[in-house]
C-alpha cells in the first residue's frame, strides 16, 4: 500500500487561495456595502430633494452632535472645553462644504453633476478597493484596541473611536457608490421609463 505525499504547497497555490480569499471579501463584503451606500443615497435625494454629495457632511455633523451631547454629560471644566475645541475643528469641514451648496442654490443637482459625481465614484470605486476594507476592519478593530487608564483620555479615545466608526466606512462607501440619477426625485418623472 503506497501512500500519496503531498508535501507542501507551492507558492502558485497560496496566491491561488489569496485570490479565492479577495474575491469572497469582494463579493461577500464590497459588493453588499457598495449597493448599501447606493441605496442610501438614492432614499436620501429622494426623500430630501438635495444632492446626494450633502448625506456625508449631514451624517458627520449629526454624529459631532451627539458627541457634544453626550461629552457634555461626562465631562466638566477644561476637558469638556477642550472636547468642544476638538469637536467644532472636526465639524468645520462639513459645515463649509453645507454652507456652501446653500449658497450655491441648494438643490442644484442635474446630468452634469450627475455625471461628475458617477466618473468619480467609478474610480473610486476601481483604485481604492484596499482602502476601503482597511478602513472597515479598522473600524471594526479601534473599539477594542483603544485603551487608556487615564479617564479623560479614556473619554477621549472613546469619542473619536465613536466617530470614526460611525463616519470613516460611511465616507469611503459613499464615495464609491452609484450616485442616484436626478430625475429620481422629481415626482414629474415616476411614470417615464428611462432607456440606456
Same mark, same amino acid.
Given at each position: 500500500?503506497?501512500?500519496?505525499?503531498?508535501?507542501?504547497?507551492?507558492?502558485?497555490?497560496?496566491?491561488?487561495?489569496?485570490?479565492?480569499?479577495?474575491?469572497?471579501?469582494?463579493?461577500?463584503?464590497?459588493?453588499?456595502?457598495?449597493?448599501?451606500?447606493?441605496?442610501?443615497?438614492?432614499?436620501?435625494?429622494?426623500?430630501?430633494?438635495?444632492?446626494?454629495?450633502?448625506?456625508?457632511?449631514?451624517?458627520?455633523?449629526?454624529?459631532?452632535?451627539?458627541?457634544?451631547?453626550?461629552?457634555?454629560? =461626562?465631562? &466638566? +471644566?477644561? %476637558?469638556?472645553?477642550?472636547?468642544?475645541?476638538?469637536?467644532?475643528?472636526? #465639524?468645520?469641514?462639513? /459645515?463649509?462644504?453645507?454652507?456652501?451648496? =446653500?449658497? &450655491? +442654490?441648494? %438643490?442644484?443637482?442635474?446630468?452634469?453633476?450627475?455625471?461628475?459625481?458617477? #466618473?468619480?465614484?467609478? /474610480?473610486?470605486?476601481?483604485?481604492?478597493?484596499?482602502?476601503?476594507?482597511?478602513?472597515?476592519?479598522?473600524?471594526?478593530?479601534?473599539?477594542?484596541?483603544?485603551?487608556?487608564?487615564?479617564?479623560?483620555?479614556?473619554?477621549?479615545?472613546?469619542?473619536?473611536?465613536?466617530?470614526?466608526?460611525?463616519?470613516?466606512?460611511?465616507?469611503?462607501?459613499?464615495?464609491?457608490?452609484?450616485?442616484?440619477?436626478?430625475?429620481?426625485?422629481?415626482?414629474?418623472?415616476?411614470?417615464?421609463?428611462?432607456?440606456?
Amino acid at each position: 500500500m503506497m501512500t500519496h505525499f503531498r508535501g507542501v504547497r507551492s507558492p502558485l497555490h497560496s496566491i491561488g487561495d489569496g485570490r479565492v480569499c479577495m474575491d469572497w471579501i469582494n463579493r461577500y463584503i464590497d459588493q453588499p456595502l457598495l449597493h448599501g451606500a447606493a441605496g442610501l443615497l438614492r432614499s436620501w435625494h429622494i426623500r430630501t430633494r438635495q444632492p446626494p454629495e450633502l448625506l456625508e457632511p449631514t451624517w458627520n455633523l449629526v454624529v459631532l452632535s451627539f458627541l457634544l451631547v453626550a461629552s457634555g454629560q =461626562v465631562m &466638566a +471644566g477644561r %476637558s469638556f472645553a477642550l472636547s468642544v475645541a476638538a469637536l467644532v475643528m472636526l #465639524a468645520l469641514p462639513s /459645515a463649509r462644504k453645507l454652507v456652501s451648496a =446653500v449658497k &450655491a +442654490g441648494g %438643490s442644484a443637482y442635474g446630468a452634469r453633476e450627475y455625471k461628475s459625481l458617477r #466618473a468619480r465614484a467609478v /474610480a473610486k470605486r476601481e483604485a481604492e478597493w484596499s482602502v476601503r476594507i482597511i478602513v472597515l476592519f479598522s473600524s471594526a478593530c479601534l473599539p477594542f484596541i483603544a485603551r487608556i487608564d487615564d479617564p479623560v483620555g479614556a473619554c477621549f479615545m472613546l469619542g473619536a473611536s465613536v466617530w470614526f466608526v460611525l463616519t470613516g466606512p460611511l465616507k469611503t462607501y459613499l464615495d464609491a457608490a452609484e450616485p442616484p440619477e436626478p430625475t429620481e426625485g422629481d415626482r414629474t418623472y415616476s411614470g417615464v421609463f428611462h432607456f440606456g
